[in-house]
């Protein structure tokens, strides 16, 4: 029979690098102790590298700097928020950036959930989960979800023209069902906003 330390490593194996794992993705091979000790002895042989306590990364090594390339974080994120079955929001300042309208990266990333609130430290960066409503969590991913959280972000009567005609451009690419979902949760000025530049 195959040690826990060759059963995650068969696993890891079979899968691509910058695949993100929690301790919690082995818990049918053996109980948190022993996992501890086996994806640090992992970690050493640099099968493995250790983002935070309990989240790993298969490797994918930079041949121009001799050291493992690190997922996005946002990745990151997803597979804590998988793992917590929770739900993933970005914030208004992600979405600003993301839509091009804003110039201005983020430091850290920072998400909305109803998860547990807390800090990840990865390196010198880090992953933010803040509380959020349960109406704001209703928002379906797309262009729509971002575009209310940047308004939201720039806040009412503060939009600029040139915001306005860059946001109508993109509300043209919307799906039409995802649109007609988020209007009904966003904030009344918003949605009336949308509706409006969606039609010139």
Same mark, same amino acid.
């Given at each position: ?10 696993? !890891? ?8 794992? =929690? ?23 640099? &099968? ?8 790993? !990364? *298969?490797? $994918?090594?930079? *041949? ?9 974080? %946002? ?7 998988? +793992?917590?079955?929770?739900? =993933?929001?970005?914030? %208004?300042?992600?979405?600003? /950036? ?11 990333? !920072? ?6 609130? +807390?800090?990840?430290?990865? /390196?010198?960066? $880090? ?9 704001? =969590? ?8 971002? &575009?209310?959280?940047?308004?939201? #972000?720039?806040?009412?009567?503060? !939009?600029?023209? /040139? #915001?306005? $005609? *860059? ?12 649109? $007609? ?20």
């Amino acid at each position: 029979m195959l040690s826990i330390e060759n059963q995650i490593l068969k696993r !890891v194996e079979q899968k691509k690098s910058g695949t993100v794992f =929690l301790t919690e993705d082995f818990f049918d091979i053996a109980n948190s102790n022993a996992l501890r000790v086996a994806l640090h002895r992992l970690a050493k042989r640099g &099968v493995l590298f250790r983002l935070a306590n309990g989240i790993y !990364v *298969k490797p $994918q090594l930079s *041949k121009l700097l001799n050291k493992p390339i690190l997922p996005a974080l %946002g990745e990151i994120a997803k597979a804590i928020a998988k +793992r917590d079955k929770a739900r =993933l929001i970005p914030t %208004g300042s992600y979405a600003l /950036n993301t839509l091009g309208l804003s110039n201005q990266v983020p430091l850290n990333t !920072v998400y909305y959930t109803d998860g547990k609130a +807390r800090t990840l430290k990865i /390196n010198n960066l $880090q992953i933010v989960f803040k509380k959020a409503s349960t109406k704001k =969590l209703a928002l379906k991913e797309g262009i729509s979800m971002l &575009v209310i959280l940047a308004l939201s #972000e720039i806040g009412k009567d503060k !939009v600029t023209v /040139n #915001e306005k $005609q *860059k946001i109508a451009a993109l509300l043209k690419k919307e799906d039409v069902a995802v649109l $007609q979902h988020n209007l009904k949760i966003a904030p009344r000025w918003i949605a009336e906003l949308m509706s409006k530049l969606r039609k010139e």
